[in-house]
Each structure stands twice: as C-alpha cells, then as structure tokens.
C-alpha cells in the first residue's frame, strides 16, 4: 500500500479531519489481553487509587495508537507513518461506567518536509484536558 493522499495536494496547515474513540473498562481488558500490559492501575480502581490516580487509567501505549489513527485513517496507509513521538502529559481517566470517556484527536499539517514527506503534529484531549504533548509524526505521501 501507499498513501492516497499527495504531497503536492497537501500545505501547511492542512486540517486532517478530527476523530473521537471511546474508551470503556472492557476496552482496557481487551488492550491488556491483546498487549499483555495487565498492570493493576488499568483495570483495578482500589489498586490505582491507591497509588495516587483518580481512578483507573488508560494505557499509555493504547492513548498514543488511537491518536495515530487519524494520520493513518488520513493518509490511507499505516505504513507511511515513518516517525512517530509523544510525550504523555495527563492520563486518560476511565470511570466504572457504560459509557467510559473519550479521546478526542486532531491533527495538521506543520511542515513539509524532503523525500514526499509532511510533519503532522496532533491534539490528543480527554474529559478537557490535553493527554498528549509533542504528538508528532512523519508521513512519506505519495
């Protein structure tokens, strides 16, 4: 595969169009069995309390894949995405509910680069608050 998007159809500035993902408990069990991250603090709320988090909390690693879906969803392809970095400044609190909360993640363009290539810097929020700093990746388009 390749990206479907091209570099000279892109500027700076391009908004990739924005996206919500759901986060439940069930969604943390099912992170945890997939990656085999069982630590207590993403799914036992007594555990995670008592080490000084509100509540129990996302997976690290689970909050940064959701946000690079909006560049993959984007550009069409995964494998474009050749580098990729976050800095985790808030946890993504999820409560014991139906409902859980959400991340919400944008992105764009802040820069073109050599070889087809752009910097994407996303937005990564929850319940308000930024969980994602320095959330950049480098995407070769076509």
Known sequence: MTAKIAYSDVEVGTELPAQTFSVTRATLVQYAGASGDFN??????KFAKEVGLPDVIAHGMFTMAEAIRVVTDWAGDPGSVVQYGVR????????ND???????????????????TVRVDLTATSAGQKVLGMSRAVVRLA
């Open 40 to 45: 207590p603090i993403h799914w036992n709320e």
């Open 88 to 95: 985790f400044t808030k946890p993504v609190v999820v409560p």
């Open 98 to 116: 139906d409902q859980g909360t959400t991340i919400e993640v944008s992105g764009k363009v802040a820069a073109k680069l050599d070889d087809n």
